[in-house]
C-alpha cells in the first residue's frame, strides 16, 4: 500500500503550522515549528534549499493548493483517495467542503486517534491495520473505513494492557468531540452522529479547497 515514508516534520515546515503528525514530539519544544523555540535552531521555513525565499506572499492559487495539502497531511489521505472523497461529498446534499471534512472524521483511523487510544493519525492506522479495533464485535483492518451513526468502536481486549495505548490514555490531553462518547473505562467508543462543522476542530478553510477542485 502506497504511503508516505518520509520525514514527517518536514511536513509541518512545508505548511508552516503544526500538523500534530509525531505524537508528543509536537507538543515539545522539540518542534521545528513551536512558537515557543526561538533559538539558532529554530525551523520554522518551509524545507529546501529555497526554504525561506518561500516564505513570500504566494498567489490565490498556491495558497489553495496548500490547504489541500494541508488537510490531506493532517489526515494522511493520498491524492486520489483525496479527490474522490472530494467528489463523493461534492454529489452529496448539502456544503461539499463540510461534507468533505465530516467524511474525513469518520475515517476509522481518525475515531481511533479522536479516543486516544494512538498518539497520532498514523499510531492510530497502525492500530486499525493490526487488528487491534473492532467495529460491532467484528474485527475491521481498514483505516479508511466510513462509521455511521450508532457504531461502536472497541480496542481488544489483548489490546488494552499494550504500553503505548495506556500511556497515551493516561497522558495525552485530547478531549473527546461531542459526537462520540466514551464508555467501558475508555475502551469502547460510540458515534452519537455524524459531526457538525463547528464540532471539528482542524483549522481547515475547506473553501479553499473547494475553490481549488472547482476550477
Not at 467542503?97 to 486517534?113: H, K, P
Not at 475502551?187 to 483549522?203: G, Y
Request: glycine share 6%; aromatic share 6%.
Amino acid at each position: 500500500m502506497a504511503r508516505y515514508t518520509g520525514p514527517v516534520c518536514r511536513l509541518c515546515r512545508r505548511e508552516r503550522t503544526k500538523l500534530f503528525l509525531k505524537g508528543e514530539r509536537c507538543y515539545s519544544l522539540k518542534c521545528p515549528v513551536s512558537e515557543a523555540v526561538t533559538d539558532r535552531h529554530s525551523r520554522a521555513y518551509p524545507p529546501g534549499e529555497h526554504g525561506r525565499d518561500r516564505m513570500r506572499q504566494g498567489s490565490e492559487y498556491l495558497a489553495q493548493l496548500r490547504e489541500k495539502q494541508k488537510a490531506r497531511r493532517i489526515y494522511g489521505v493520498l491524492e486520489a483517495q483525496f479527490r474522490n472523497m472530494y467528489a463523493e461529498a461534492n454529489r452529496a446534499p448539502g456544503i461539499t467542503g463540510e461534507n468533505l471534512l465530516r467524511m474525513l472524521e469518520l475515517r476509522l483511523d481518525n475515531v481511533v486517534y479522536r479516543a486516544g487510544w494512538g498518539a497520532s493519525r498514523s499510531q492510530a492506522r497502525q492500530l486499525v491495520r493490526h487488528g487491534h479495533i473492532q467495529v460491532n464485535g467484528k474485527r475491521v483492518t481498514i483505516p479508511s473505513y466510513r462509521v455511521r451513526a450508532g457504531e461502536t468502536i472497541t480496542l481488544k481486549a489483548a489490546t488494552r494492557e499494550n504500553f503505548n495505548v495506556r500511556r497515551n490514555l493516561d497522558t495525552l490531553e485530547r478531549s473527546l468531540p461531542a459526537w462520540l462518547e466514551k464508555s467501558d473505562n475508555g475502551f469502547t467508543v460510540a458515534v452519537l452522529a455524524a459531526p457538525e462543522r463547528a464540532q471539528i476542530d482542524e483549522t481547515i478553510n475547506e473553501q479553499l479547497i473547494v475553490e481549488l477542485y472547482s476550477k
